[in-house]
């Protein structure tokens, strides 16, 4: 274990490396010839352009003007100066929400740090168990956590010993007081104890409290954002899925004539989703159009036959309604008394459609669900086995049988050393990198029908990995399985003191991890050194038109299903370690605030969000904030029942049932607003809009509105040779006015 | 432990008092005087009237007929006569779906018991275990039990120590012999656990099959109940809860604006509810109404005054709808984007609302909830200490202190050892007696606002209570809190294990159980001894009109908190011991069989149930059903790794999994039909009823329909003086009207 002084002097060496990527970073952007990676979304949207050809040649890829680079962190009040208002315009609602979370992370964190180190630090501090025992290995960080207060019943069997050793010194004035002083040094680790309860429950009210308003305000934003927002086709479309097929009538009849009976005044019209059956074959076609230009005519052979075919047409429907009322009661309300068939749902906005998944019976829908629910045990529970196979097959033996030729280099001393070494960890980083990719695998293979949905879903099945094999796992040695087993064997109540008890221990470990992990990480994060390279090689070799430099630029997007479970991990070490060792939390609160900056600049600057959600992630977020603070009580009660204070776990257990009431009372009082959409706001939105605009031709507007982006004239997916030049033209230019 | 001969002499002698009951029935119920307390169903419907008067005085009251004797069991095919639908015309959807659950008992259980009686009774029967360990008081149920089967570890063992023997006696013929003989032994033990772990699937299998066509079944009745209703007001109205204040309009006008803005189309009319402010008042009106008539006039006054007074207006409202389709609409949707204001439910029928609860704040719901949860788990765990205080009063000494004058009596010998054997016995009784009327009070508490809703809510908090006190209680010695104590310091895997080990054993006390708790009871429950008594005392003492008469008639009804509960222990001992110890299936059988006739009869002849909803319990019964079947497969999982077969455990592993995928399925598939009516469905009915009624005038027939009992005209609340004479002969009239 390290002491204070190793801690800083890493904490120091990690700011360096963290402020090394920054000064970095700020002299790379400065470069015109990187604008294009540091500023996209500008270039996305219009407002900026490539670099003028007039001037200098040199100026065109490098900034000579020195005085900018005095400058270099004035990126940071530039992204924090944009106002929330202006930012949700800019970036909308999903961005603004999601830096939210870092902000909630100080205003959590922030004030249990305060409160921690003028309360709990001192007396932590003021314990003497670790000084007492000379023997243990225990450093400074140590002292100032709970790991220093000492063990109820040592005190108290001393206390109950003294009047024996009273009795045998006969009472001395000097023994008296010695009784008097024990008596009092008990009742002052007691009262240490019950500082730490009293703390724990202080810190667990003003968690709800914070998190309490955060949900109402981010409520409010998402009713603000919905009601502000201008006509968009999905406020009067209704996705229907499980349309039961029809023997005499079309797919297309069927569902006409479905709603024109059921929903007789306010039907509009519908479009059923192409991609069920044809869902491979159209993903071909675009790779191949991007790739090879003899294609671009077959292509166009089998869109035309896929638009004449019956048999692709999936039984799944973009409904439209007249008004915005209707499509809320049609989203919110059950059609057959058979809920399998007939399923409706709010429409997720076209971009943000999920079309493969459209058209999964329900029955296949729940098996699938089951398979992955089974597949994501297995995955937490038992990865490490086929990552040990692979590592296993590729050693040296194995590199040398499947590739002879390099085994004259392979032999070398040192490459055999550093294959050696690295191999196994390199096996399991890349594991780790395809994670993500895998969960997103796993989550379409459930059928979710939006993008959105499957964000929220990934990252849900990345936090319990995280949980299972990045906290516990570093706190317990072992695999996961071992874990498992080992926590099938022991007794619930055990599970909580084992893990509890070495909590203290594993401080420094954590602090260390969230300084290589998070904090290099965001500095790693804003450099964006992937993308710098790609565009720099793409430019080089591929680039021949503006629009190819246009296709080069990946402006990426806040990968939610990655970052947020990540965060989360973050916030449970903060609040596992608020009442047991404070000193972990200015570390955590460094990386929320830097990632905060980060973030909020990537968010004005870099990232092109695929699509717009409204901030429907929210009580995902906040229910596995509470996740993390159950856990940290959990913990903090195993813990404390391994000093042998009977009393304190019955006084910590109200405050798990408080955390799941709390729980229940927020999702009954905010989750709807993130779900469904009020007939009243509806019926507010349709009266203004028909007050304003009386002629609007609603069919015409929605005409296209829901329509698989292959089958789209100016979609991006569109192979460009295939394009009338006039439509090319009239492409740039809408993407160029600003 | 009893042998199977004690067993059976245990079985004939409940048999035989069971049999003395049915006979006492049979008697009691052909005489004339009796009628009112065997038929109340008739007499309320009408089609019975008390004995004619004309005839012998003695045959009034006595039935000299001694043919009709002879047929004394002639009720039971009687009961069974009548066609289903019939039933549900004559009794309601609510008790046809009821012993529903008792014919799904011998649907499940019965195929059960053969299976396990042709395949499992001769494995067992065929293991030697028993035989071999003499010193073990065994009996011959458990010959027939699993526990006759040989532990696998031990033959294993054997198996293992073979070589070396055969090793030291040189290999003869013989013991090669022994040696193959002993692998046989080996694989046929294997064998016997592998048939066990194959017929746990095929049970539960089989339950599945059973409960997914019962459910589909229950379903469509459900739905051809709701198609083929007449029109009732519940039908057009959705019950509006929590509105919000509104500083410059009465609450009735604030409803009515709300729904004419958010439903121009549909909305009809509203009433509010009384009761909330007033509610205490009310009911006192209605118990001295009905006591003491001077206090009739100031009722009224208090009646005009509840009327008038705007705050007694309590915040919640039945808003009726032009067309089942709107009220449809607008149960399932939510109005406001805050979803603690306007709730909205389909309404309960009248009948079945429950006032008071109608007007509690939503965060007073879930703070009444929370706290109702704990009180849950203190009454299920704690209960004993109480009532061990109460015990500990009610003794000799208590008694005497506070009834000096007894103590002359109580000091008499035999007085007194009776009081010492009886009295803490009598006190847990009382408190059993009392129990479901604590759990049906805190369930009101909760604030559930149909009587429907209550009862439901109420069976499930007893039958956890009888899962954890009875079921578990039995099994494991100690109270529940000590159980729970045990069960939080051991393994979770030790748990299934601890119980499972045990449940062999139990079997005889089970089966003793069923037969005087199951049977017997139900022998008691057709006698109907506690409403006999009570209707001739009435009759004796009270009875002086013939309206007295009809009030002093008690039907009672289905009392489905308190019986479901009792019919899912029932279900759980068939399923955990169908694949340990079959024998005790035939006690089940018989005793859903008998329940089933003698319900059939009760629902037919006596039961008047206070309201119809429609068979809403059934996603409650196949959920703890499913409980049920859960719990056996993991008991069995704990009872075969006790047997040191390793992979039996693995091997059953995916049993639970089925079963909560089942669940999910099935919810997912059923549940609506009970909770939602479908717009399809309300369309349907509506465009029927607008081509058979165009001129239906539905505000008019709306008008009444939801308002309290007191202030209804012609309710049974209604204290009889206050009525003029006319009206009180037509409501005799319509009762009597065939």
């Known amino acids: ?197 009293v703390m724990s429950y202080v810190f667990a009210l003003w968690t709800f409290y914070v998190l309490y308003v955060e949900y109402k305000e981010v409520a409010a934003m998402r009713l603000r954002y919905l009601a502000s927002e201008n006509r968009r086709p999905d406020q009067f479309t209704v996705l229907v899925r499980n349309v039961p097929p029809d023997p005499d009538e079309t797919v297309s009849e069927h569902i006409e004539h479905f709603f024109r009976v059921n929903h007789p005044d306010s039907y509009l019209t519908h479009q059923t989703g192409f991609g069920g059956v044809v869902g491979t074959k159209v993903d071909a076609i675009d790779y191949y159009s991007s790739e090879i230009q003899k294609l671009s005519e077959a292509e166009a052979l089998e869109r035309e036959k896929v638009l004449s075919d019956p048999k692709a047409i999936v039984l799944a429907a973009f409904v439209s309604f007249k008004s915005r009322w209707a499509a809320a009661v049609c989203a919110q309300t059950q059609f057959s008394h058979n809920p399998t068939i007939w399923l409706t749902e709010w429409a997720p906005e076209p971009r943000d459609v999920y079309w493969r998944n459209l058209a999964i019976p329900y029955f296949d829908l729940t098996i699938r669900r089951l398979l992955m629910a089974i597949a994501l045990f297995f995955l937490i529970f038992f990865f490490m086995i086929p990552i040990a196979f692979v590592q296993s097959l590729a050693n040296i033996e194995g590199i040398e049988k499947v590739f002879p030729f390099l085994t004259p280099l392979i032999e070398t001393k040192s490459v055999r050393s550093f294959i050696q070494g690295f191999l196994p960890g390199i096996v399991l980083k890349i594991f780790l990198i395809l994670l993500p990719t895998i969960l997103m695998m796993m989550s379409k293979v459930e059928g979710f ?140 609160i460094i990386f929320f605030a830097f990632s905060y900056v980060v973030f909020r600049h990537q968010v004005i600057n870099v990232y092109d969000q695929r699509y717009e959600s409204g901030g429907s992630f929210w009580p995902d977020v906040h229910r596995r904030l509470l996740i993390g603070l159950l856990i940290s009580q959990l913990l903090l009660m195993g813990l404390l029942s391994t000093k042998n204070i009977e009393k304190s776990t019955i006084a910590l257990l109200p405050l798990p049932v408080l955390t799941i009431w709390f729980h229940v009372y927020c999702k009954g009082r905010f989750q709807s607003a993130f779900v469904r959409f009020s007939l009243q706001d509806a019926m507010t939105k349709d009266t203004l809009e028909r007050a304003t605009e009386p002629n609007l031709n609603l069919r015409a507007y929605l005409k296209d509105a829901y329509v698989h982006p292959v089958f789209k004239g100016r979609s991006h997916f569109e192979s460009p040779l295939l394009v009338p030049d006039e439509e090319n033209n009239t492409l740039v230019l809408t993407r160029r006015s600003s």
């Open 449 to 588: 029908s939006s993008r959105s949905s499957l964000d929220r879903r990934s990252a849900g099945k990345y936090h319990l990995f995280l949980l299972v094999n990045v906290f516990l796992g570093s706190i317990i040695t072992g695999t996961a399985f071992q874990q498992l087993k080992t926590f099938l064997h022991q007794p619930p109540t055990e599970i909580p003191k084992t893990v509890g008890e070495s909590i203290p221990m594993k401080a420094t470990f954590f602090i260390t991890y969230i300084m290589v992990d998070g904090w290099a990480g965001i500095a790693a994060e804003i450099l964006r050194l992937v993308p710098l390279v790609i565009f720099h090689l793409k430019n080089m070799f591929l680039v021949k038109t503006e629009q190819d430099r246009e296709e080069a630029m990946d402006p990426g997007c806040l990968n939610f299903a990655t970052y947020e479970p990540k965060i989360q991990l973050y916030f449970l070490l903060g609040l596992v370690y608020s009442a047991v060792t404070p000193v972990l939390l200015p570390f955590v």
């Open 1 to 197: 274990m390290a002491n204070l002084r190793e801690i800083s002097v890493s904490a120091a060496l990690n700011l360096l490396s963290a402020f090394a990527f920054l000064v970095a970073f700020a002299i790379l952007r400065l470069q015109p010839i990187n604008d294009r990676v540091y500023f996209p979304k500008w270039y996305r949207r219009g407002i900026r352009n490539s670099p003028r050809r007039s001037g200098v040649c040199v100026t065109r890829f490098v900034n000579l003007d020195w005085r900018t680079y005095i400058k270099f962190l004035n990126w940071m009040p530039a992204a924090l100066r944009m106002p929330e208002l202006e930012l949700i315009d800019h970036a909308g609602l999903d961005s603004v929400v999601y830096i939210r979370i870092y902000l909630l992370g100080l205003k959590v964190i922030g004030p249990l740090a305060v409160l921690a180190f003028l309360v709990l630090v001192p007396v932590n501090w003021t314990g003497e168990t670790l000084e007492g025992v000379k023997n243990l290995a225990y450093n400074d960080i140590d002292k100032l956590s709970i790991s220093n207060v000492p063990d109820g019943s040592k005190s108290s069997e001393e206390l109950l010993h003294l009047p024996e050793y009273c009795y045998t010194v006969k009472f001395s004035f000097c023994t008296k007081y010695l009784f008097r002083f024990s008596v009092m040094r008990f009742q002052f680790i007691l009262f240490r104890f019950w500082v730490h309860i």
